[in-house]
């Protein structure tokens, strides 16, 4: 930043001095031509008229070119100062090229081939410049007609001078001005950059540290403080991301102690298996069936849930409504004493088959666990929502904000088998596919589930193009 400003005054040094200086130069040198100018004007206005001799002001004698009085002036060989001050130098070229000057023949204005055109012609003008013994003048040729041309000089030296000065001074003050924009661009640098450094400092602070709860101060509405602000955003998520493991591994650890301490005191009891009698061992051998069922079963939930609700690498186009009709079908056969009733309309999403297909599944389990006897439970997808009801005694109000969440189990499903993991998985589910749950009670009577696998996508391929797939073994 701080080369970038000095960068910038350099350029702008550059070309204001660029400016002024051609601006200065071209004043200087034009009141130069301009004084040149009326000095042939008035050298011009006695000679032209009728050129003849006798007219006042100006005369021209027969043994011209060597004599001309001009005025009080007389133009012929005599001894002359060099060129120096502001003191015009002004000389007569005949037509033939013989030059007739007010200065000896070493200070003379040295003629060239267009100052010689000029003469013989006796018209035209123009300007420029010229070296004579070092000094650096200026000069104007102009045509006088039959006389041949004037040529009126006069020294730079002034000018010179004055531009050196101008220049001189205007590269000191553009130096030392971009010396302070570089030296105040670099402090306005650290200056904006001091925020950033803290910044840096306390996220390698608070990387270095394993204590998620430190944030960073947030000051202002800059985009340091945005910055600082999505910099904590993250935090609190990997905060609550790091206590959600850490809740679901106890959790867990506290759902595996009973079937392990059941299976533990199984297992004990088989060191007297030939005491036992063949009711006792037939009721220990199933204890120890159902044991290993639901522990593999909380395992299986549990492994599940540590997947998160990040979705998978591959996505599918995936037939919701095929998927819940292999599950309710699935449920049929499970649960006699209970009727399934289907309305299902064509829903393709992008996602994981066999995510949806679980997710379908331990829907329909919870409904089918807390339908009373000869119950039915209404499955119906609409819209790419699907709504699953029991008619049983639904939720208490009390349960309802916690009917997704991790190993929550309300009062009168205590004593009932899982572990609490099924609709957790369920809204996992639905979030891993950008969608929601909802859990609500019925007017009258039973509960009501709500999932949503995110935005249906159009159905352009007929249905027999899709397959459902479904898990070789029901999950438990």
């Not at 660029?18 to 042939?40: H, K, M, P």
């Not at 007010?102 to 010229?130: K, M």
């Not at 995936?318 to 064509?346: K, N, Q, T, W």
């Amino acid at each position: 930043m701080g080369l970038v400003a000095g960068a910038a005054v350099a350029l702008t040094v550059i070309a204001v001095t660029s400016i002024v200086y051609a601006g200065t130069r071209s004043e200087l040198r034009g009141q130069v031509d301009r004084a040149l100018q009326s000095r042939v004007h008035g050298f011009m206005r006695p000679l032209l008229p009728p050129m003849l001799p006798g007219v006042p002001g100006g005369t021209v004698g027969r043994d011209f070119p060597r004599v001309l009085r001009f005025g009080d002036r007389r133009f012929g060989p005599q001894p002359v100062p060099p060129f120096g001050g502001p003191v015009e130098a002004v000389q007569l070229v005949s037509p033939s090229g013989t030059v007739l000057s007010d200065r000896d023949a070493s200070s003379r204005i040295p003629l060239d081939s267009t100052a010689r055109a000029v003469a013989a012609r006796g018209n035209g003008q123009f300007f420029e410049d010229r070296n004579v013994h070092g000094v650096h003048i200026r000069v104007l040729t102009t045509g006088i007609g039959p006389l041949g041309a004037v040529q009126v000089a006069r020294p730079l030296t002034e000018v010179d001078h004055a531009l050196r000065r101008q220049l001189v001074l205007t590269l000191i003050v553009g130096a030392a001005g971009i010396l302070l924009a570089a030296l105040l661009g670099l402090a306005i640098a650290r200056t904006a950059l001091a925020p950033i450094t803290r910044f840096t400092r306390r996220t390698e602070s608070v990387t270095s540290n394993p204590d998620l709860s430190q944030r960073l101060e947030v000051e202002g509405r800059d985009e340091l403080a945005r910055l600082a602000q999505s910099f904590n955003a993250t935090l609190d998520a990997l905060e609550r991301s790091v206590e959600s493991q850490r809740n679901l591994v106890a959790d867990a650890s506290h759902e595996l102690r009973t079937p392990i301490a059941t299976l533990r005191a199984n297992v004990q009891l088989l060191d007297q298996f030939d005491r036992l009698s063949v009711e006792d061992r037939e009721g220990l051998r199933r204890d120890i069936i159902d044991e290993l069922d639901e522990l593999t079963g909380l395992v299986s939930d549990v492994v599940e849930l540590a997947r998160g609700a990040r979705p998978g690498a591959t996505l599918d186009d995936v037939r919701v409504d095929a998927i819940v009709e292999d599950a309710v079908a699935r449920a049929r056969r499970r649960a006699a004493d209970v009727a399934f009733h289907a309305d299902l309309e064509p829903t393709l999403v992008r996602g994981e088959p066999d995510r949806i297909a679980r997710a379908v599944t331990n829907l329909l389990d919870n409904a089918r666990t807390w339908s009373p006897p000869g119950g039915t439970v209404q499955v119906a997808l609409r819209d790419g929502t699907l709504t699953v009801r029991d008619h049983g005694t639904g939720f208490e109000e009390r349960d309802l904000p916690h009917v997704f969440d991790r190993f929550y189990r309300a009062d009168d499903a205590r004593d009932m088998p899982g572990s609490g993991l099924g609709l957790a998985i369920v809204r996992q589910a639905a979030e891993a596919h950008g969608g929601s749950v909802e859990a609500a009670n019925a007017p009258d009577g039973g509960a009501i589930l709500r999932v949503r696998f995110g935005d249906p996508i159009p159905d352009e391929a007929p249905r027999d193009s899709y397959v459902a797939l479904t898990p070789a073994k029901p999950p438990s």
